[in-house]
Nanobody, 122 residues
């Protein structure tokens, strides 16, 4: 059974930083595509950052140069370093894991975590 558990969310002021972590287990595919997504109240879920099966990174334009995605294979952990946070970054953040990548920032046939809340106040 694949499980993903996010942590690290919280409340910060504009310009602050947070590090989100996603620990995954039970994944048996040889290849993986992993990403971070977010969903703000009243809005659709959107891709934030992704590592493809060759571990190349891709970011949404809104977070480029502020967020960094990283995977520690030894610890089965996906992290998202978020710097210079803005109020519009406020959302529930989810990590996703699947055996392939889709179009844009999508993860194919993803398993999802439960999410961790990020709130940025001015």
């Amino acid at each position: 059974q694949v499980q993903l558990v996010e942590s690290g969310g919280g409340s910060v002021q504009v310009g602050g930083s947070l590090v989100l972590s996603c620990v995954y287990s039970g994944y048996t595919y040889t290849k993986s595509c992993m990403g971070w997504f977010r969903q703000a109240p009243g809005k659709e879920r959107e891709g934030v950052a992704r590592l493809d099966i060759w571990e190349r990174t891709k970011y949404a334009d809104s977070v480029k140069d502020r967020f960094t995605i990283y995977k520690d294979n030894a610890k089965n952990t996906l992290t998202l370093h978020m710097n210079r946070l803005k109020p519009e970054d406020t959302a529930m953040y989810y990590c996703a894991l699947g055996p392939s990548c889709g179009y844009g920032l999508e993860v194919g046939r993803p398993y999802w975590g439960q999410g961790t809340q990020v709130t940025v106040s001015s």
